[in-house]
């Protein structure tokens, strides 16, 4: 999903004004290979890989978007980007993930689209251990070739198992303003607001909403709440208080319910677990192992 934090690197300034096919093999022949980011704030600007590739969130929180949607990636979470899907990602401060690419033959049924998945901890461990196989080695050999292969199945599988972590988008202009004025005032928003906003009748929105996005403006509104909820509660000093009042609840209690039927957990548990994962001494341990030199 970044794309990989590798494309930011690769690319020369200018690529933010043009999309680009980035080959991250570099002109290897390696059927699989790894990326580790741990950095600033970046903003890869928009491209795409001759490569499948799934990146997992160490800690901190990715945003990937794509023509059709925008997606989360939280602590603990994997995204799904196929080859040749043009995406840009937003890699907010803290963050460090690690990247796995495929050649495509080794997952050939991959649909073009882009997806959040649950990652099992065999998967998670894979993964950590792929960071010995830089992507852009000049080929690879049986042992590393028989990983990929192995990670890959594994990978295949975790496709039907997609997280609902992210947003839709639209290319209509109403409904483009629409969505981005209630992403960008998510504590106190209202219908009417956004009506005004767009100069359209609350009426007219929610029919514009249905025909284009196939969803109601407030499940909009909820799952774009519960997203930046998510990310803001991976942050080391955030509150759960905090955060609840960011997102537009007057009610602790209330967000507490909605975070804990969309995410499956409570606030303060997820809150705990990202935490848990940050300070975990065997991830750490497996990404100063696996990193280049």
């Known amino acids: 999903m970044t794309g990989s934090a590798t494309s930011d690197r690769l690319l020369p300034q200018s690529a933010n004004l043009a999309r680009r096919v980035i080959e991250l093999r570099r002109g290897g022949r390696a059927l699989g290979g790894s990326y580790l980011y741990e950095g600033e704030a970046l903003i890869t600007g928009w491209h795409s890989h001759e490569v499948h590739q799934i990146e997992y969130a160490v800690h901190g929180v990715v945003e990937v978007e794509t023509d059709t949607a925008h997606y989360l990636l939280p602590p603990q979470q994997a995204a799904w980007i196929p080859a040749g899907l043009e995406h840009q990602a937003v890699m907010n401060p803290d963050v460090k993930t690690v990247a796995v690419m495929f050649d495509p033959t080794l997952i050939p049924q991959a649909d ?3 997806r959040i998945i649950a990652v099992s901890p065999l998967i998670r461990e894979m993964m950590l251990y792929a960071l010995r196989w830089p992507i852009d080695r000049a080929h690879g050999d049986r042992t590393s070739d028989d990983f990929f292969r192995t990670l890959a199945a594994l ?3 975790a496709l039907d198992h997609e997280a609902p972590l992210s947003l839709p988008t639209s290319d209509h202009p109403i409904v483009a303003a629409a969505l981005a004025y209630t992403k960008a005032h998510l504590d106190a928003v209202t219908t009417d607001d956004v ?12 029919r514009l909403f249905a025909d ?9 509104l909820l799952h774009a709440r519960m997203l930046r909820a998510m990310a803001l509660l991976a942050a080391p000093e955030q509150s759960v208080q905090e955060t609840s009042s960011s997102v537009g609840f ?5 967000f507490s319910r909605a975070f804990t039927q969309f995410c499956g957990e409570t606030p303060s548990a997820y ?12 991830a750490a ?8 030199p």
């Not at 009506?195 to 929610?206: N, Y």
């Open 112 to 114: 073009g689209r882009a």
């Open 155 to 157: 990978v295949s599988e």
């Open 195 to 206: 009506a005004r906003e767009v100069a359209v009748s609350e009426r007219t929105l929610r």
């Open 212 to 220: 284009t996005i196939g969803m109601p403006w407030r499940t909009y």
């Open 250 to 254: 007057d009610s602790l209690s209330s």
């Open 271 to 282: 809150r705990k677990r990202v935490a848990d994962e940050r300070v975990r001494p065997s």
């Open 285 to 292: 341990t497996a990404l100063r192992v696996g990193a280049r």
